[in-house]
């Protein structure tokens, strides 16, 4: 029994190089590629975790519209093609102000943070345009990368909210107050660097 066993996990090794070699369905790589995207970038990851405490900070019933918005509005920028140039300016402008309105007003201002996911949400989506190609793999490229930053954004306020009811003290919320603080903080330095004399960003 012992044999058999080994046997299984040898003949699982050895076939794990030439199955990862080929896509489960035609055309599904740029799915895959598109999911890790939006967490290839400084900037959109930045822009996930701060909306992801700010949208952590509301009542549950707010968060399916939240995350709809999130969604939707990425997918709409995916519409109307490249526009921007370079983002990196923007998306740590938006993650700036997101982690501060985090870091201040937990929980408050829900205008100010159906604005910012609509904004967040359309940069993310903006920055997964890929480049030239066939019409039907960028779709699906595109369609993996929204999906991600989606399904990272929902992760991480998942979290949030579970840790929120099951952890009631008063540490947690101040933990989370100082977790969007150095969030801003970093988003700050970042446009600090592109700003400064001298300096050479890469465009995300």
């Known amino acids: 029994m012992r ?3 080994w046997g299984v996990w040898l003949f699982g090794l050895g076939v794990a190089g030439p199955a990862r070699a080929h ?3 035609p055309g599904v790589e740029g799915f895959f590629l598109g999911l890790a995207h939006p967490f290839s970038t400084p900037g959109q990851v930045v822009v996930i975790l701060a909306l992801a405490l700010v ?3 509301f009542a549950t019933r707010l968060v399916p519209w939240m995350l709809g918005v999130f969604f939707a509005a990425g997918f709409a920028s995916l519409l109307p093609g490249p526009v921007l140039a370079a983002l990196e300016v923007p998306l740590f402008a938006v993650g700036l102000v997101a982690a501060v309105a985090a870091a201040s007003l937990p929980g408050q201002g829900a205008a100010v943070a159906f604005g910012l996911l ?3 949400g359309g940069l993310i989506g903006h920055a997964s345009i890929p480049g030239p190609g066939p ?3 960028r779709i699906v490229t595109m369609a993996g990368a ?3 930053a989606s399904l990272g954004l929902a992760y991480g306020v998942g979290l949030l909210v579970v840790l929120r ?5 008063p540490w947690v919320a101040i933990g989370l107050r100082v977790l969007a603080a150095w969030i801003a903080a970093v988003a700050a330095l970042m446009l600090a660097l592109v700003f400064a004399p001298g300096a050479e960003v890469a465009p995300l």
């Open 3 to 5: 044999l058999a066993t």
């Open 23 to 25: 896509s489960p369905a």
């Open 55 to 57: 949208v952590g900070g």
């Open 118 to 120: 609509v904004l967040g």
């Open 135 to 137: 019409v039907q793999d």
């Open 146 to 148: 929204i999906t991600g």
């Open 165 to 169: 009811e099951k952890m009631r003290a």
